[in-house]
């Protein structure tokens, strides 16, 4: 089975610049979520997903941060405009969806250096 | 609030030692489900366990164990014998039951160097 795919593994831009991340769940995962991991820290929640309806967005900083997903499948979340503290993996997951909490599965992230 | 709490930043050990890993966490939950989670050097978080809060036997997975303990709060994670590939980045994670929300509360992370 096809695990979690996100694209592109590495970016590097510079400040001010815009940024976009994809994401590909495991096929039949209704729920998807993106984490952000800064350098010697543990990933931070930034958005849910249910399908193609957000569960929780309050941690997401929504001056620059945006994320959709619009068929319910692939997701893309975008930066526009970056800024230096944005430097960190950003994490896809996805789980199955129902009662109780669900094991989440990752993709293998993208790097994101804003110089 | 929900809080995931590794006290031990980073762990050396030697090869075929047993090593502990700690987790102490808080909620106010009776319904949460807890986590552990490796990240090697390549970055990708590879799912280990999961336990819910009404189940605190504890598990043992071939040279892994984990032992829940709800009167401290904690779910310790014990690999036997440790060998050089267990090297990696380990967390503990909390979920909560509520209103869909699902997302993780990872805590900061245990980085174990296992020594040839």
């Known amino acids: 089975e096809a695990g979690v795919a996100q694209s592109p593994r590495y970016k590097i831009i510079e400040k001010r610049q815009s940024v976009a991340f994809w994401c590909n769940p495991i096929?039949?995962?209704?729920?998807l979520y993106w984490y952000q991991q800064i350098l010697g820290q543990g990933p931070k929640l930034l958005i849910q997903?249910?399908?193609?309806?957000?569960?929780?967005d309050s941690q997401l900083p929504k001056d620059r941060f945006s994320a959709e997903r619009l068929k319910g499948v692939d997701s893309t979340l975008k930066i526009q405009p970056a800024k230096l503290e944005d430097s960190a993996v950003y994490l896809c997951?996805?789980?199955?969806?129902?009662?109780?909490?669900?094991?989440?599965?990752f993709g293998p992230g993208t790097r994101l250096l804003v110089l | 609030a929900q809080k995931v709490t590794q006290a031990q930043t980073e762990i050396s050990v030697v090869e075929k030692e047993d090593v502990t890993l700690d987790c102490v966490y808080e909620t106010r939950d009776t319904t949460y489900y807890l986590f552990w989670y490796k990240q090697p050097p390549s970055g990708e978080l590879v799912f280990l366990i999961r336990r819910n809060s009404f189940d605190e036997q504890n598990e043992i997975s071939g040279r892994y164990s984990w032992n829940f303990q709800k009167s401290t709060s904690s779910f310790n994670f014990t690999i036997t014998a440790s060998q050089v590939v267990d090297s990696a980045v380990y967390f503990c994670a909390l979920s909560e039951e509520g209103e869909g929300r699902r997302a993780l509360t990872f805590g900061s992370g245990t980085r174990l160097q296992v020594q040839p």
């Open positions: 997951a996805s789980s199955f969806s129902g009662q109780g909490a669900k094991t989440q599965y």
């Open positions: 096929s039949g995962h209704a729920t």
């Open positions: 997903f249910q399908n193609n309806g957000v569960v929780d």
